[in-house]
């Protein structure tokens, strides 16, 4: 099985949503600031996020991480 590790730390997760999830969750200047390199904004997925039906924020943010997170493939 496939796992998707984050592009800013060593988290891994089996699945791009938990991995946008997990990303959502960090606060620190080294997470938030990637986002903007992939033309996203940190308060704007939160805000997706809260004040929308479903997993709006999560969602978008899964489908860049499907393009740029690292596959790990523990065999
Ligand atoms: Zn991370």
Known sequence: MPKYRCPMCRKICSEHLDLARHYLGQTDKKHKEWLKTQGLSYA?????????FGNKGYE???EVLKKEAVVVDEG
């Open 44 to 52: 704007e997925l939160i805000k997706a996020q809260v004040t929308e």
């Open 60 to 62: 978008a943010l899964a």
